[in-house]
T-cell receptor, first 114, second 115 residues
Framework: DQQVKQNSPSLSVQEGRISILNCDYT??????FLWYKKYPAEGPTFLIS???IKDKNEDGRFTVFLNKSAKHLSLHIVPSQPGDSAVYFC?????????????WGAGTKLIIKP | DTGVSQDPRHKITKRGQNVTFRCDPI?????LYWYRQTLGQGPEFLTY????????KSRLLSDRFSAERPKGSFSTLEIQRTEQGDSAMYLC?????????????FGPGTRLTVL
């Protein structure tokens, strides 16, 4: 069973516009959510996170929104830049007192068009 | 370089051979994780160490897989009698304890190809 779902395998956005990446989850016990970015031939790089007690976290061009009732989170990147082209993974932490094992989505490939 | 390093970056082996991968975490991180990633999927958790203690193993980790972290620093992941289904990217990550430990720092991965 896939507890974290990223239903869009790819997304193409014009440079300068807003990129919105979506993630849905099924487990209401998830305590913490993270977004990672991955370039080819590199490991994932942490981007931004959000606790389940919040509904928004912002860091520069990146904002993550959490809608707990809908079990949905999204990552907004504005303005989008060519260097943002990468695969973006949504990940969740089941419990804060656990081993912090991350449950991952399948990823969304973001392509920023010049 | 203070990031997570993994060696080798690529490994090609024949079915039935044994392989061993190494991970060097960020020096002050006491938590170390191994994940496996196949094409088009997110990483799947394999196992987790806190210092030298292996605290959790996924059911994905068959008895052909063994991981060690003998002194609480670097870790090795060994696969015995490799099968073609073992072909994947093997990722290592490390983190600190506490809330900040949610942010796991990943190495570049070891890509294994079993022929």
């Amino acid at each position: 069973d896939q507890q974290v779902k990223q239903n869009s395998p790819s997304l193409s956005v014009q440079e300068g516009r807003i990129s919105i990446l979506n993630c849905d989850y099924t487990n209401s016990m998830f305590d913490y959510f993270l977004w990672y970015k991955k370039y080819p031939a590199e490991g994932p790089t942490f981007l931004i996170s959000i606790s389940s007690i919040k509904d928004k976290n912002e860091d520069g061009r990146f904002t993550v929104f959490l809608n707990k009732s809908a079990k949905h989170l999204s990552l907004h990147i504005v303005p989008s830049q060519p260097g943002d082209s990468a695969v973006y993974f949504c990940a969740a932490v089941p419990r804060l007192d656990s081993n912090y094992q991350l449950i991952w989505g399948a990823g969304t490939k973001l392509i920023i068009k010049p | 370089d203070t990031g997570v390093s993994q060696d080798p970056r690529h490994k090609i082996t024949k079915r039935g051979q044994n392989v061993t991968f190494r991970c060097d975490p960020i020096s002050e991180h006491n938590r170390l994780y191994w994940y496996r990633q196949t094409l088009g999927q997110g990483p799947e958790f394999l196992t987790y160490f806190q210092n030298e203690a292996q605290l959790e193993k996924s059911r994905l980790l068959s008895d052909r897989f063994s991981a060690e972290r003998p002194k609480g620093s670097f870790s090795t992941l060994e696969i015995q009698r490799t099968e073609q289904g073992d072909s994947a990217m093997y990722l290592c990550a490390s983190s600190t304890t506490g809330l900040a430990g949610n942010e796991q720092f990943f190495g570049p991965g070891t890509r294994l190809t079993v022929l």
